[in-house]
């Protein structure tokens, strides 16, 4: 298998989440990986230094190389918390409408602050993207643990 930099760890998420030095950012984090576990049923796992996962699926890369990654994760960055939403939102427009104050890229959702969204529709959206995934990867989907 492809070796891709970004690779699950035995690192602990408590201890990431608690060494995010802005409080809200923090607690925003804490909220969204407490709902993304509920949603996945999977445990949180840290996947390199800063990118926190749930369950995992094998693709075929651009370099037609099989790669592992999250289901559905987050990340608690500087400017913003990511959700990377990996069917990406084109399908969805009626829930990114509900959203609010968010932006996008291809797969990653950008939330400066966590409430200034509909949490409703956060919640639908990660639901969505889980079952979109285990759909279509419905014989390869793992929790990494």
């Known amino acids: 298998m492809s070796e891709l930099k970004t690779q699950p760890t035995d690192a602990s998420v408590e201890d990431f989440l608690a060494a995010v030095p802005d409080t809200r950012r923090r607690e925003d984090a804490q909220a969204v990986t407490a709902m993304l576990g509920e949603i996945t049923g999977a445990r949180p796992v840290m996947w390199g230094p800063s990118i926190i996962g749930f369950g995992r699926y094998t693709y075929v890369n651009s370099t037609k190389k099989p790669a592992d990654w999250p289901v559905i ?15 990406g939102f084109n399908e969805r427009p009626d829930l990114m409408a509900r959203l609010g104050k968010v932006k996008t890229s291809v797969s ?3 939330i400066n602050r966590l409430d200034q969204v509909d949490q409703t529709a956060l919640r639908e959206l990660c639901e969505w993207s889980v079952e979109r995934m285990r759909e279509r990867y419905p014989t390869n989907l793992a929790d990494p643990s």
């Not at 987050?74 to 913003?80: E, G």
Request: glycine share 6%; hydrophobic share 40%.
């Open 73 to 87: 994760g987050l990340s608690p960055r500087k400017a913003n918390l990511t959700v990377y939403i990996m069917p």
């Open 108 to 110: 990653c959702l950008y």
